[in-house]
């Protein structure tokens, strides 16, 4: 299968690292011009430069806002007005007990993780409604559907995309717009692997096999046995970005490496 996006234009949030870069990657490596995003001007121009390094001749464009407020979004789609692809990747976690989780941590997981992504579906759909194609891709997670006890209000808002995601797919019914959701399992991220180093650290053993027993202890179902690597995960968002996937839609995809113990 030639995944060709030649002529599409794609804005992936949260792009600087992990996940949101190695779909920036694939996008481009498949034609796309990308719009890479970040919450600062120095983390965009480096992720555009280790970009054309990867991908050269790639055509990129780096937009530096927090799009975890409305102020932010808006001054992104000021400087981005219309976009045929967009992958609502941006979000944070953080380990945290349910009785230390305060108002303001539900209220900036949420406004993060979820109403960013609702704020830049709600601007770029009508553009993709004019040209009667498009795709809007959410990267939720397998703690939407496993929540994780030591962080409740990060699956919270993972639940949440997917019923957004959802819902947003039967709005377009019937038309060339697609709206699915991609749900990775534990992963390699630069985030991640940063988590894990500290709590190797902290007990005094090596990062590997911290990473292994973390998937023993918490992720026993696994069938891959191991992390993913941010390439695995992009690679399916990219196929779900394609003309080649238009019969997937109102999707929950899961990149979990069969953590979630079902069938369908």
Known sequence: MLIDLKNRH??????????GFAIAAGLAESGARVVINGRTQ??????????????????IEGVAADLAHADGVAAFVKQVPETDILINNMGIFEPKPFDEIGDSDWMRFFETNVMSGVRLSRAYLPGMRRQNWGRIVFI??????????????YGMTK??????????????????????AVLPG?????GVSDFFGKMAREQGVSQAQMEKD?????????????????????????????????ATNGAALRVDGGVVRSIV
């Open 214 to 246: 973390f998937i023993a202890q918490h992720r026993p179902t696994s069938l891959l046995g191991r992390l993913a690597t941010v390439e695995e995960v992009a690679n399916m968002v990219v196929y779900v970005s394609s003309p080649q996937a238009s």
């Open 140 to 153: 939720s997670s397998e703690s939407a559907v496993h929540i994780p006890v030591e962080m409740i209000h």
């Open 42 to 59: 120095h983390k965009v121009a480096a992720a555009m430069r280790a970009l054309n390094e990867k991908v050269p001749g790639a055509k």
């Open 10 to 19: 794609a804005v992936v949030t949260g792009s600087t690292a992990g996940i």
């Open 159 to 180: 639940t949440a995309q997917l019923a957004i995601s959802r819902g947003l797919a039967e709005t377009v019914a019937g038309t060339g717009i697609t709206v699915n």
């Open 186 to 190: 534990p992963t390699r991220s630069e």
